[in-house]
């Protein structure tokens, strides 16, 4: 069983910035692609950004790009989202989750999730 930890998350104003860490407690997430993925109230769920085992390929969604980058340090087992020029929009809770596939298509993600941890909330708020 994989556990995933998400942190990073809070309140931050329009045009801030904010970095979310994800973490897995026991397991080393190198064997193991990411995606970040978001779900607002009402929305449906929706993959942000995701990136390869070795860190060597990422995809984003059309509305994060330029905006958002992924990265990894697997010496710290740790998957960040940096997250620049934040909008009220990008409100959500955000959770890690492990992948076996992770394509972009038509501008949005199409991903295999097997495990995902509970989220962090992000809320974008002047």
């Known amino acids: 069983q994989v556990q995933l930890v998400e942190s990073g998350g809070g309140l931050v104003q329009p045009g801030g910035s904010l970095r979310l860490s994800c973490t897995a407690p026991?397991?080393?997430?190198?064997?193991?692609?990411i995606v970040w993925f978001r779900q607002a109230p009402g929305k449906e769920r929706e993959g942000v950004a995701c990136i390869s085992k070795t860190g060597d390929t990422s995809s984003f969604i059309d509305v994060v790009k330029g905006r958002f980058t992924i990265a990894r340090d697997n010496s710290k087992n740790t998957i960040y989202l940096q997250m620049n020029s934040l909008k009220v929009e990008d409100t959500a809770v955000y959770h890690c989750g492990t992948v076996n596939r992770c394509t972009e298509v038509d501008g949005r993600l199409s991903y295999g999730m097997d495990h995902w941890g509970e989220g962090t909330l992000v809320t974008v708020s002047s």
């Open positions: 026991g397991t080393s997430l190198h064997f193991f692609g």
